[in-house]
């Protein structure tokens, strides 16, 4: 309970218009002269206060109601004055409204006086008493003296007195109206001049209910919910158009605007055909693209007989716009055509603006002549298109063993880091996508907890599998990989992974291949490496020899799929022509796809190859085999199509000679070194197996802005992975090199290179994570340790 003094310096003085002066003056004289007593109240509304504090002090409410009681006991000897001072209809509002004004003013500390001239009274409080929903008040009223007959009386005025009311005044003005419910007395209490408007306006329903949803909490946090949805409904229809507009723009769904000057084209439909030659130009060479992707098998033949199909479909399509245009009459200057998916499927970028150059001597006036002719693919390179596209940010890199796929991540690395793109890198800062899982969408940081909205290159070595991939990446990523030679694959891979089980007891590679698989058990953990591991790696089954009776159905599905599921597939042995090829494809500049060779084998640890150990490895991988020749041959065929064979060359030595002179700026000693050579602890590639992994120093006489370029492109995977995952996750970093300092002592003890420890921290991290994420896969608890740690290159068997 609390007690508070009121002071009475708080004066509220009411006049109304003289006409009704009179009418109210005449009641006043009931009243007895002086009076005092003591009134009482229970506040029946207490949501109310809460209320107002929520809707601001001008909110329209309706107030509590001060309901009058007796006084308590002890205060019982005040009764009689009230009952018997309350003559006129006015002074019990008057009260009612006093008490209930002291109440709301938080904790009543001005005291108040208020002279009523209709009511014929002058209130006066002098002491209050306040509970949480009771208020007393001691007070003592007069009749009016007759001098305020001679005051103003057309008009209203309140005057804030000097008590600590705070915001009294603004909150009196806000509520006067609501007082007038109380009818009689408070009917008096309309609001001075400069607020009459707000009352004179009328309350629309709309203003009304906008009020009233305002003012009650529950309605307020409604608005509040309506509100988020409507922003989230609006944020996602944005980003949808932004990606639509972005995916179209990458190739999804290319818009080609064609500048078409209208008095040669669209006219007639003569000079539609004229169109079909230019626009036909630009499909046939996307089509091609997607024919030699979506078809297994693409010979030189066939290629012609699918041109001309490409033609035929692109004839309707153009007559179909010039007819389209006609219709305008030749008010149409530029069009503007949506390319089927199918013949966007590569995602060659090919977005912007195609600038046609046909001429009329170009053009012959025999539709027919033109679907005749069959274009071989050098023939692409004469139409008359030139296309300028945008670069391509989604991509998808399945990263195969031992075949330079570490440059081309390095390659990847460096594009994205460089304009901020988000990789979709493995959980808890491990290398690997969890290899030699088949890949499932929650190995990437990121999207089970949804720190990430969009993803733009996945890049770690996986065991690929498409569906899984795909709820990961945009659905117009660029997927690409790279295959090596089998034989000469084989003997790295015997090298760098000397000590899974199948290569154990082997004392060379051909002992191993003669010993006809004895010593190869598919089961056991790891030994995959040692059997079709470029089948492995795209998610098939590896365990095919030569004389299987089904490898050949087992290998054109393999093929099959690979063509279905990704649009380029590189060749390792020609790393350059390669780049060339991927630089077209993903639109990008020569700069962009420079390179060193990372992860290569000392000399020392290289050993040559009899033939017919060579023979013995395609035996014995053959499904590989079959892979890598038929994509050889595609390889090629993309080479024709896209590039052309003088084209190719020209970029190549451009290529090279870019690469020569980084080499000459950035690196120490111009070229690869062996790992004890490497100054840089940050820069020494992981060290594994039997090989020798070289790096490279940096040459020390470069600018701080050099250097850093130069270091990005010797940096190891490993060293990379780890920097893009801190730069990514800054939190999730900090927390994992938390978890690093709490590893054993004794097992940083053997860390010999600066990655260890890093990784150790992660293998810490990862064995409780693989309990929940590996729960549900049928994997041997001994492969989920050594996955763990083949993760993390520490202890690969
Ligand atoms: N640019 C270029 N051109 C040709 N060959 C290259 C290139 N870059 C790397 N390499 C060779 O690729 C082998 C390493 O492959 P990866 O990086 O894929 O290995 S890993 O699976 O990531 O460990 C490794 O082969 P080996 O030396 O035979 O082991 C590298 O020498």
Known sequence: MKEKNLRTDESIKLFKPKSEYNKHKRMADAIPPVNHGVACGQVSDLKWDRQRRLCGPKARLTPPKVSLYPPPPHQERHRQHIIDADLAPGKASLIQYMTTLLYTKEGAEGGAVITSVSAGIKMKVTRALTWPSYICIKLRFSQLSPRFESERVNDTELRRGKGRGGRRQDWDRGDRRSWSRDGGFAEMLSPPRRWRWIRDQPVSSVTSCVRRALCSRHHYLLILLVLLVVCIAIQTFVAHQARTSSSDKLTGHPHLRFTVNKQYLFSTLQNAQKGLHSESSLAIKQDAWSQRTAEPHHQRGAYGKASANILLRHVDKIINLATGVQTESGKVSSGKLRLSKHGNKLGLGLTGSFVLYSSRNDLTADTDKQISHTPTPSSLHRFHAKATCQPKSHIVFLKTHKTASSTILNILYRYGESRNLTFALPLNKHSQLFYPFRFASHFVEGVSNRRVREFHIMCNHMRFRKSEVAKVMPEDSFYFSILRHPVAMMESIFIYYRSIPAFHRAHSLDEFLDSNGRNY????????????????????????????????????????????????????????????????????????????????????????????????????????????????????????????????????????????????????????????????????????????????????????????????????????????????????????????????????????TGMMAMALGREAHHRQFKRRTFSNQKAPTSALLTHTESNNRINMP
């Open 521 to 752: 058990n598919s089961s056991v953990t790891n030994n995959h490496y040692a059997h079709n591991i470029l089948a492995f790696d795209f998610g098939f089954d590896n365990n095919v020899t030569a004389d299987a009776k089904d490898i050949e159905e087992k290998s054109s599905l393999a093929i099959v799929a690979i063509e279905r599921e990704f649009h380029l597939i590189l060749i390792s042995e020609y790393f350059d022509e390669s780049m060339i090829l991927l630089k077209h494809a993903l639109c990008w500049s020569l700069e962009d796809v420079v390179s060193f060779k990372l992860n290569s084998r000392s000399e020392r640890t290289r050993r040559p190859l009899l033939p017919n150990t060579a023979e013995k490895i395609k035996r014995w991988n053959a499904l590989d085999w079959k892979i890598y020749l038929h994509f050889n041959t595609t390889f090629w065929h993309k080479v024709d199509t896209l590039v052309g064979r003088e084209q190719m060359e020209r970029e190549i030595s451009q290529l090279r000679v870019l690469q020569a002179e980084l080499a000459k700026t950035c690196l120490k000693d111009g070229g690869a070194v062996d790992p004890s050579q490497i100054k840089d602890a940050g820069l020494k590639p992981f060290q594994y197996g039997a090989a020798v992994i070289q790096g490279y120093n940096l040459n020390p006489h470069i600018d701080r802005q050099t250097k850093a370029k130069c270091q990005r492109l010797i940096t190891p995977e490993l060293q990379y992975t780890d920097r893009l995952y801190t730069q990514q996750f800054p939190d999730l970093a900090a927390k994992l090199r938390q978890a690093t300092r709490m590893v054993p002592a004794q097992r940083q003890h053997s860390d010999r």
